[in-house]
Every structure is written in structure tokens, then in C-alpha cells.
């Protein structure tokens, strides 16, 4: 009777977690406290049965997303209500960026935009194309952009750009002119991920010419600087997913952990609780897509439910 009782409250717990990942979005911080707490409680038989569900919950809640509504602020709307490209400057903060043909492709969240010789606040998130090297998460900047809406679809089979970037919160697009135009200024703090990345890409760009671009796709997920060649020979031969992070790029971090983990003699709980470390240093230092947050939910799933027998 209690195993069938613990088993549907797993079974309510992934309901409540993939419904709730739709309108609820757990801080980080949340997450960061909670997961050592439950995990704590897991260790007496009294509250496993009760403490498990509740962190698989938190998990999916954790890693699914909502659907803001984009363009709703006064920068969206005097975008969209422009006949054409409208041009702004606009102050906010980085919210990622990555290596770009030409510069950089960086998500930016708008605080404030100047219209009428005065600074209005808004709220909105720009997509980015930027003739300057990708700035650190978190730095502030001040930019004029030439702003536009997303174009929807017009042909039957056509990509739906605006549905894509709405779907991830994001109303505008935005390119600057001059590199003059846009102004950074460094992130307050430690950011030793930040920095890591971004000394890992140079790395590889020095390292190995043509092919960086290629190499920055594969294992980092940043994928602006592919060979227009090489993209057009992995569409053709339906490949083009392998450029893509997912749980193919998870699998190969963990047996490789795992097996040297076994080579230096690391006992399995150990192996596996250092294992749900390296997936949210990875998780964290990669580029930001739906099929490795999936990947990595249920890796640490998994490793989760192994550590507790």
C-alpha cells in the first residue's frame, strides 16, 4: 500500500510540475536553497516517500518556462505602431550574447529608451545583432538601435520568426550601425563563468581557424559562426541537429566523468552527487536551449533517484 502510495504522489508530482512550468518561473536562487534542503530530507526513510515528489516537481517547475506577453510595453508599442524601423537609444542590461557574424548576437533587457529629448522606462527584451565583441552576462549598456517587430508568417510553410522570439519573451529586434553607438560597462561582481566562457571562445577561434565556428556549435551551442557551407551541406543531409545541444552532449559528459571517476576509485554516491554539480556548471556555462534543458532535467532526474536507491 505505501509503495503505491509513493508512487502516485511521483506521478502527481510530474503532473504538477509540467503543468505548473507553465506559468510559474523558479528563481534560480529558489532552486539553489531548496534542492539541498529536500535532498537533506531525503536521507530518513520518514520523509522520502513525501520529499522525493516534491523535488521532482520542483525540478520540471524549475526547467519549464512561461510564455510572457512581448511587445505590451511603451517601446513595443511605439515600435510597432512606427511605418517602419524606429530608432532609439535604449539603456538596459545583457542578458546573454555570443560570438556573431560581424560582432555579437545578445539579448537585451530594455529598462529605458529616450524619445522626445526625455528617458522613458519600459520593459521590454530585444534581440540583438551588434558590430562589437559579445559583452559579459550582466553588463549594462547604452546603445542607439534601429528597432523593428519581428515579421510574422506570410506564406503557408514559412518560418514564423515572430512566433519563435515570442515564444521566448523576446518583442523587438534591434541592429547597431557603428560600433561608436553602443557603450558597455562590465558587470559588478564575480562572474567566474562569464569569464570562463568567454576566454574558452577566443581559445578555440585561435586554435582552430575555419573550424571554430563549428567547434563553438557542438560544445558550446553558440552557432553564429558556422561555415555557410558546412550549414547548407547538414540541412541537405538532414544532419543538422547534431549541432545542436542535447542529450547526446549530456550522455558524453557524463560517462566521461563517470569513467574516470571509476579509474580513480570514487565511490557512487559520490560519483553521482559530483555529477549533479558538473550538470549545472554545464548547464550554466552553455548556451541556453530548450533541448538541453530538457536533457538535463532528466539527467539530474536520474541521477537523483540513483543516489537515492
Known amino acids: 500500500m505505501r509503495g503505491n502510495l509513493s508512487r502516485l504522489l511521483l506521478y502527481l508530482a510530474f503532473a504538477a510540475g509540467a503543468a505548473g512550468s507553465l506559468w510559474i518561473t523558479a ?30 516537481a520542483l525540478g520540471i517547475c524549475w526547467g519549464g518556462y512561461r510564455i510572457p506577453e512581448a511587445g505590451q510595453d511603451p517601446l513595443g508599442r511605439a515600435v510597432e505602431s512606427a511605418s517602419g524601423p524606429s530608432f532609439y537609444w535604449v539603456r538596459g542590461a545583457v542578458e ?16 529605458a529608451f529616450q524619445s522626445g529629448g526625455q528617458w ?23 546603445a542607439s538601435l ?16 515572430r512566433a519563435y522570439l515570442e515564444r ?58 558556422q561555415d555557410p557551407g558546412e550549414v547548407d551541406a547538414l540541412s541537405a543531409s538532414g ?15 557524463i560517462f566521461a566523468f563517470s569513467g574516470m571517476a571509476h579509474l580513480f576509485g ?24 530548450p533541448s538541453l534543458s530538457r536533457a538535463l532535467l532528466m539527467a539530474g532526474i536520474f541521477l537523483a533517484a540513483r543516489i537515492l536507491a
Open 96 to 111: 546573454n550574447a555570443e560570438p556573431w557574424t560581424g560582432g555579437c548576437r545578445a539579448d537585451l533587457s530594455a529598462c
Open 266 to 289: 570514487t565511490h557512487p554516491r559520490t560519483r553521482d552527487l559530483a555529477s549533479l554539480v558538473l550538470l549545472a556548471a554545464y548547464g550554466a556555462l552553455v548556451a541556453d536551449q
Open 146 to 161: 534601429r528597432l523593428t517587430a519581428p515579421p510574422g508568417r506570410t506564406n503557408p510553410g514559412q518560418f514564423d520568426t
Open 168 to 225: 521566448q519573451g523576446i518583442g523587438l529586434t534591434a541592429a547597431a550601425r557603428s560600433p561608436q553607438l553602443v557603450h558597455f560597462s562590465e558587470p559588478e561582481g564575480w562572474h567566474p563563468l562569464a569569464w570562463y566562457r568567454r576566454a574558452l571562445e577566443q581559445r578555440m577561434l585561435e586554435d582552430t581557424g575555419r573550424s571554430g565556428g563549428a567547434l563553438l556549435a557542438v560544445l558550446l551551442g553558440e552557432r553564429g559562426l
Open 120 to 142: 522613458l522606462t519600459c520593459s521590454a527584451r530585444i534581440r540583438a545583432y551588434l558590430p562589437v565583441p559579445p559583452p559579459l552576462s550582466g553588463s549594462a549598456f547604452e
Open 27 to 56: 528563481s534560480s536562487w529558489l532552486a539553489a536553497a531548496a534542492f539541498p534542503a529536500l535532498l537533506a530530507s531525503l536521507r530518513t526513510r520518514r520523509c522520502r516517500a513525501a520529499a522525493f515528489p516534491l523535488l521532482v
Open 239 to 253: 544532419l543538422y541537429h547534431l549541432v545542436a545541444l542535447s542529450g547526446f552532449n549530456v550522455v558524453l559528459l
